[in-house]
């Protein structure tokens, strides 16, 4: 699986793609009003053309196919910049892993650009995907401290593959 930034070129496959994740979800997606349909979406063309120019928006692509989306951009809160994830969208039928792999990349791409916390939402899909990245619940957000902001990160840490608890360096399991 191959994650990248993606480009103009890229736009009717992604909005395709997040089509078929509002179907997956909502199979009465069609019978919905119009205007409640483009609400749902993601990837309208001005969306797309900002989240394109984030530098922490990514698709996951395997032999031509886009198996996934990351959309999410820098922000200030307060006096430093975060990463807040706006929305992953991974295809129903997409291979093991894409979740993962995507938030991985944001969070690389965070820490790429000296900016050392990503905020997304808690969502049954991104539990894992968090844990991966030793994040921490702060409200109803997990948030991935990077850098050695990770030792000293408040909140809940989110349980690891084999549930047990995440812990700090220097706390008991």
């Known amino acids: 699986m191959r994650y990248r930034t993606f480009t ?10 997040d089509l078929d994740v509002q179907r997956h979800a909502e199979p009465t997606f069609d019978t919905l009003p119009e205007r409640e349909r483009a609400g749902r979406l993601h990837t309208s063309l001005p969306a797309l053309k900002f989240y394109e120019r984030s530098e922490h928006s990514f698709v996951a692509e395997e032999n031509g196919a886009l198996h ?3 959309l999410a951009q820098s922000v200030w809160q307060g006096d ?3 990463v807040l994830v706006r929305t992953l969208s991974v295809h129903p039928q997409a291979p093991a892993g894409v979740t993962e792999g995507l938030l991985h990349a944001t969070v690389k791409s965070a820490y790429d650009t000296a900016v050392y916390e990503v905020h997304y939402p808690v969502t049954p899909e991104l539990r894992a995907a968090a844990a991966a990245e ?5 409200g109803t957000y997990a948030v991935t401290h990077l850098g050695t902001r ?6 809940e840490r989110l349980a ?6 995440q812990t700090s360096p220097g706390q008991a399991d």
């Open 80 to 82: 430093r910049p975060i």
């Open 8 to 17: 103009e070129h890229d736009y009717p496959a992604l909005q395709a793609l």
């Open 150 to 155: 990770a030792q000293t990160a408040p909140g």
């Open 160 to 165: 690891d593959q084999t549930g047990r608890t």
């Open 134 to 138: 030793s994040a921490v619940l702060t």
């Open 68 to 70: 996934g989306v990351i």
